[in-house]
């Protein structure tokens, strides 16, 4: 496992990200808190809890085995936002994002290949509760964006039900490809 590819699937995280936030910012508040039997049951709550999936495990990668969002309750799972100091616009969403993503950027820049093998505890909100598990840090960073992959496709299926006019694309290629295209641009 090389440094160079978890970056760079990280990379994609990132613009994926973006991606959804700019779609779900030409939303109505009423479309982005509509109710659906998939995801964490809305675009907003699903949009909180990738965010505070992506806050835990970063905040897990630098060593706290038992991390919590602020605004979370603690053991359950992230994104909750049931305590003091939930999240309550999507402005503030979108700016806590921003510098979580900063956060990353500086964790992912100092990683090694060295550092990929090391054993990460975390204890968990979802399968086996409670427990404190440990994991080698790259199954952890494959798993902060695989699990993304799996909330956007979410919250895409979302998008579409509520009728956005413009869905994000969310391929890794067409992130290439356009990197691709400025570089030829400039050229």
């Not at 835990?56 to 799972?77: F, I």
């Not at 305590?83 to 993503?101: H, T, V």
């Not at 990929?116 to 790259?138: A, D, F, P």
């Amino acid at each position: 496992m090389s440094v160079k590819l978890i970056s760079r699937l990280h990379e994609h995280r990132q613009w994926v990200n973006l991606a959804l936030i700019a779609s779900a910012e030409m939303l109505s508040e009423a479309q982005r808190k509509q109710t659906f039997k998939i995801g964490q049951g809305s675009i907003w709550k699903s949009l909180l809890h990738l965010y505070a999936a992506e806050y835990v495990w970063l905040e897990a990668l630098l060593g706290d085995d038992s991390p919590t969002l602020p605004g979370d309750l603690p053991e359950e799972l992230p994104g909750n936002q049931k305590g003091s100091g939930a999240i309550e616009s999507f402005a503030e969403l979108k700016q806590n994002w921003a510098e979580l993503d900063q956060r990353w950027n500086r964790y992912l820049d100092q990683l090694t290949d060295d550092s990929l093998e090391e054993i990460v505890n975390k204890r968990s909100t979802s399968s086996g509760k409670g427990k404190i598990h440990q994991t080698k840090r790259y199954d952890v960073l494959l798993h902060v964006c695989t699990h993304a992959q799996y909330t956007t496709a979410q919250v895409v299926n979302m998008l579409r039900q509520v009728g956005a006019k413009t869905l994000p694309d969310t391929m890794l290629i067409s992130m290439a490809r356009k990197q691709m295209a400025l570089i030829s641009d400039q050229d």
